[in-house]
């Protein structure tokens, strides 16, 4: 493999970590805006009153998850480029 592709690769991987950082905090702004909104939907407002809790914690969770798999497949990159250059 090249030094450019293998510098390529590496730019790839810091991108997937601050994709992963990204989405972390965005899961968190999207969260807190799930738990304090307020909307009149007129059939579904009170199963939303009800469930406001459960879906900012999916959410969360989503965004957890989201995170977790992009930092994985940086890490995993990363470990792959250090491997190739021994």
Known sequence: MSAQRREQLRILARV???A??????LS?????QIG?????????????DENRGV??????????FAAGVLAALGAIL???L????R
């Open 16 to 18: 997937l970590f601050g």
């Open 55 to 64: 879906m900012t914690v999916g959410a969360l969770g989503a965004g957890v």
């Open 78 to 80: 990363a470990v792959l």
């Open 28 to 32: 968190v702004v999207g969260a807190i």
């Open 36 to 48: 304090t909104s307020e909307s009149d939907v007129v059939f579904f407002g009170d199963v939303q």
């Open 82 to 85: 250090d491997r190739e250059e």
């Open 20 to 25: 992963a950082v990204a989405v972390l905090v």
